[in-house]
């Protein structure tokens, strides 16, 4: 038997200096759902996630709060790993890089970078901004040197002996990389910004930083300090040991090396499609499959910061919503690779029309007639019998196909409205050839296709929505008789398999159906909003 594919993905290791924020909930989201589409497809999957932990911000962090900085990661991490819970994100991996066998791949990986004669001891002067930790050209500033993404941070001026990576000597291989694989970078517009920065010629960047204790020491130089993205970076290798495995770059990259996807936000894209893969060949690693930059969210149209008061507690809207209603909005709502705004009115109906209404009703509604005029039995029809151009069967047969092509290059919005179409359809198809009067009429063959042809699109659409919506999938495959558990992936995929579930006209074993339970309970306006 051939061994199932695999499929690695990483989210970014998040920065520790506070609680997560709704943005490293919408890329952690929307790594899931890929993740589990691939699981849906029967692949093995590893998902990575996890946290970064070094630097002077951190270490700025932990000073503010009077405490040694491990004690302070230690605090936060908890609650990275409860809010993805609350998302319900099954991350096979939780890197941090504070962890014993980081260190070691670090160093190993440092020793190899400087054998091959890629880093050198140099002056470095420049505008350091803490929040990005990151050096920044005098043209990226804003006013009073300012930092242009955190805009109430002012870039700091440093004058100090660093170590740098020779990243200049990498120009022409990483100008072929990108010409020979055009989809390591997405989408387009994240590739074209990053074709534009290597056009301007690529400068060597520094990799150490002095007066600074918290990080790992320059194992050539223990008066310098490894810069936290160097570090970073790495976590992704390290993340991929198992618990008893010896610590070696070697044995890291046995299995799911390269990873084939990095999702990240737009403004990490550098560290990754350039810094990164750079790196990786001096280390002569392979490269990872590609890297993707999603935009950025907004909330009310406005750009999101503690200092304007006006950030969204992901806690507290998955308290109160759920995690499929948030799932759904920000994953269809929001173009992945574009900006995307939150409003909460917007959500509100959003979820109400699209899961409430045309998704829940439509069972409901469903469930209800198959009662009144089959008895509650599913009838046994081979929906390959019906016609082509029946106006379902038209539009769900191809469904799982393009869906799948949808899911494969992340166009999650398109996956779900291509599905929810199929959805509104089914509830104009209801309303057209009316079962109702059919039944009265004796027409019980015909109003056995129109009730099976619509539930097996109802099934269609919770099995092809579940990377997004898996506890409402659960509940519509049960409701329609079936069992298993949508967030069981490698269980569920053996037993539904994607080649016969992701298309419409399955074949039914016989079941008698209980009574339709609303599957989305609608959500209430704010009272202000009336
Ligand atoms: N620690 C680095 C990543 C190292 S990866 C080896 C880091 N961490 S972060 O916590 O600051 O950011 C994590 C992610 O959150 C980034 O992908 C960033 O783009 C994303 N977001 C931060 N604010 C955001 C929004 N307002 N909207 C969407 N995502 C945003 O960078």
Redesign the pocket.
Known sequence: MNSPARFSITT????VNGLP????A??TMAADAIARFHRLRGEEVLLITGT?EHGQKIQRTAEEAGVEPQTHCDQIIGSFKDLWDKYNIQYDRFSRTTASNHAKIVEEFFSKVWDKGDIYLDQQQGWYCVACEEFKEEKDLIEDHHCAIHTNKKAEWRDEQNYFFRLSKYQDQLEALYESNPDFIQPASRRNEVLNFIKQGLKDFSISRVNLDWGFPVPIDADHTIYV?FD??L??VTALLEENDEVTLEQAITKFWPINLHL?????LR?HAVYWPAMLMSGDLPLPGRVFG?????KDGLK?GKSLGNTIDPFELVDKYGSDALRYYFLKEVELGKDGDFNEIRFINTVNADLANDLGNLLNRKLGMLKKYCKSVVPQQNLGDIADDHPLKALGKDLGDRVNTYYTELHLSKACTDVLALIQACNKYIDDSAPWKLFKQGEQAQVEEVLFSVMESVRLAGYLLSPIIPNLSNEIYRQLGFEGDFNDLPTLAKKYPFTSHSQWGLTWSERTLSKAKPIFARLELPEEAD
């Open positions: 970014p290791l998040y920065y924020h709704i943005g490293s919408y890329t970064d993205w970073a970076l976590g992704y990240i936000g737009k403004d990490i560290f999603h935009g950025f969210l907004t999101m």
